[in-house]
């Protein structure tokens, strides 16, 4: 009895030092997202990969502007068809650009942007560019959300994708 | 994925509803295979794709030249912080296993090479790194998305392939058995 008790307690023991140096280990490893990463984009404005999809066949005047606010490297490889390449959202350079392209239009346009440059929480173009958007007064802008990557989780989907500039 | 509300993708709600939209999905991938610019074949177990290049210190880069060594071919960017949080891991290991065969080589995926440059000197990079582009990219069957790391065997072969925010102990055991003991 005394032993089954004892030898109880030392795998438990055993589970939570397992336990415990594994958090460490993920802990020193992921550290958490930077701030003005795409964790501070609301909820309610982040379209799904597929809702796109759907947005892509409209073909009335409410077609929305899509964007891409990351790398220019990435959008010359594949890019969703008929978006535009805006700048990186995480240089002012980017965000000039980007102020530049949208600056003449109705404030209620509906603009999407995308990065997908890497994991969602350490994005650092999106959060910039959609603050800038707000900031100018636009009110119907979503963000594309892409928990990985573009590459995952828009071209490896089978979703459409177009090659240059 | 909870964070979305389930409204965002104006899911449909009836049965007829959610048969166009998956019949228009369905075109739509069909579509996209046929018109997709990026290569879909894995490279896995195949031969590494060659390419040649000018690393940051201006040396001459050719892969086919690591051949007899285990490399690491890491695609990384400076705005990519995942790739950061690597990269002391890189030195490290390019240190303790160059010996025994490891050869890590970084592509910056960077538009402005300038900025590669000095993140290369800040993270005192101990292995080459040269600039990326979409051609180079695409010969890898498409960087969209980084950080983006290929195991190349010594034979030239391709043996695994990690993407994202990668375990790097499980890499570690990876590449390890490959090494010259």
Request: net charge positive; with cysteine; charged share 20%.
């Amino acid at each position: 009895m005394k032993i089954g008790l004892v030898r109880r307690s030392g795998i438990t023991a055993l589970l939570v030092f397992a336990f415990l140096s594994l958090s460490m280990q993920l802990r020193a490893q992921f550290t958490p997202a930077p701030a003005g990463s795409a964790f501070s984009i609301p909820d309610a404005q982040l379209l799904k990969p597929e809702a796109l999809v759907q947005l892509l066949h409209t073909t009335n005047k409410d077609k929305p502007l899509i964007l891409q606010v990351g790398s220019h490297m990435l959008f010359t490889q594949a890019h969703v068809p008929g978006s535009e390449y805006a700048g990186p959202g995480s240089q002012p350079a980017g965000i000039e650009q980007l102020q530049n392209r949208v600056n003449a239009l109705p404030r209620k346009k509906l603009i999407v942007l995308y990065c997908g440059c890497c994991p969602w929480n350490r994005c650092p173009n999106l959060g910039p560019a959609f603050a800038k958007l707000r900031e100018m007064g636009f009110t119907n802008v979503k963000a594309l959300y892409l928990a990985n990557n573009f590459g995952a989780d828009w071209a490896d989907k089978g979703y459409p994708v177009e090659a240059g500039n | 994925m909870s964070g979305i509300p389930k409204a965002i993708g104006n899911a449909p709600c009836t049965l007829r509803r959610s048969f166009t939209v998956k019949l228009l999905l369905g075109l739509c991938v069909g579509v996209s295979a046929a018109q997709s610019p990026v290569a879909t074949t894995s490279l896995l177990h195949k031969q590494a794709p060659q390419f040649v290049r000018t690393d940051l210190e201006n040396r001459k880069l050719d892969l086919r030249a690591y051949r007899g060594k285990v490399v690491l071919l890491d695609f990384w960017a400076t705005w990519c912080a995942s790739c950061q949080i690597e990269m002391p891991r890189f030195v490290a290991w390019q240190s303790q296993y160059g010996p025994r065969g490891l050869q890590i080589i970084g592509i910056s995926m960077d538009d402005d090479p300038a900025l590669a440059r000095k993140l290369y000197k800040k993270m005192k990079l101990n292995y080459p790194v040269a600039m990326g582009d979409d051609k180079l990219g695409r010969l890898y069957g498409g960087v969209l998305g980084l950080p983006l790391t290929y195991l190349i065997d010594s034979q030239g072969n391709v043996q695994a392939r990690f993407r994202g925010e990668a375990d790097l102990n499980s890499i570690e055991e990876q590449f390890k058995p490959l090494l010259r003991p």
